[in-house]
Nanobody
Framework: QVQLVESGGGLVQPGGSLRLSCAAS????????MGWYRQAPGKQRELVAD???????????VYADSVKGRFTITRDNAQNTVYLQMNSLKLEDTAVYFC???????????????WGQGTQVTVSS
């Protein structure tokens, strides 16, 4: 069974940096769009950034306005891994961050959507 395994969350001071990673737990045929969402207490889950598979030209990225210029999403297709580099972190970035991906497990499979278990990011002085 496919799982998305996240790592890299933690506690950081305002202005600091963290890097989140998310990898598929088993060998798969292909991953289409991969992304990061976040959910703060009492708020709805929101898109932070996502990136398409891109082929040889690199993935197309989309960012929430609130993180543009501070966060960078990248992926390693060979490792089925997506990263989120978070710089200049603010108090309002505190949330549980979830990885999301559209995965085609096998050659004759459809794409299914998967979520990671979430990793806590806390920005506090």
């Amino acid at each position: 069974q496919v799982q998305l395994v996240e790592s890299g969350g933690g506690l950081v001071q305002p202005g600091g940096s963290l890097r989140l990673s998310c990898a598929a737990s088993v060998r798969i045929f292909h991953i289409n769009t991969m992304g990061w969402y976040r959910q703060a207490p009492g708020k709805q889950r929101e898109l932070v950034a996502d990136i398409t598979s891109g082929g040889t030209s690199g993935g197309i990225t989309v960012y929430a306005d609130s993180v543009k210029g501070r966060f960078t999403i990248t992926r390693d297709n060979a490792q089925n891994t997506v990263y989120l580099q978070m710089n200049s972190l603010k108090l309002e970035d505190t949330a549980v961050y979830f990885c999301n991906a559209d995965i085609r497990v096998g050659l004759f499979s459809n794409y299914d959507n998967y979520w990671g278990q979430g990793t806590q990011v806390t920005v506090s002085s």
